[in-house]
């Protein structure tokens, strides 16, 4: 049974930092795409951020410089580290997976994603 359990989150300052975390169990972690979403209230949910197999990301524009994706096969975990943290990045965060090639293009769409964490709080205040 595929679980996924995010940690990390909580109160930021705007311009601050956040490092979220992602430990996968369950499954054959190096055989999955992983991705980072976020849903804000009254707002559909986002792809933030998302990896393939190896190293090749994606990312929204919205975070494209301030955030990092990032992977490590040995320990089934994923990271997320979060820089100049702005009010609009309040959410919460949810890590996901979905089983993939080797080649696949690192997709952010929420509808490609089988399995699905519980979500961290992000919050940032001004």
């Known amino acids: 049974q595929v679980q996924l359990a995010e940690s990390g989150g909580g109160p930021v300052q705007a311009g601050g930092s956040l490092g979220l975390s992602c430990a996968a169990s369950?499954?054959?972690?190096?055989?999955?795409?992983m991705g980072w979403f976020r849903q804000a209230p009254g707002q559909e949910r986002e792809g933030v951020a998302s990896?393939?197999?190896?190293?090749?990301?994606s990312y929204a524009r919205s975070v494209q410089g301030r955030f990092t994706i990032s992977r490590d096969n040995d320990k089934n975990a994923l990271y997320l580290q979060m820089n100049s943290l702005q009010p609009e990045d309040s959410a919460m965060y949810y890590c996901?997976?979905?089983?993939?090639?080797?080649?696949?293009?690192?997709?952010?769409?929420?509808?490609?994603?089988?399995?699905w964490g519980q979500g961290t709080q992000v919050t940032v205040s001004s």
């Open positions: 996901a997976a979905r089983g993939c090639p080797p080649w696949d293009f690192p997709s952010r769409l929420p509808e490609s994603f089988n399995y």
């Open positions: 369950g499954m054959t972690y190096s055989n999955y795409c």
């Open positions: 990896i393939n197999r190896g190293d090749r990301t």
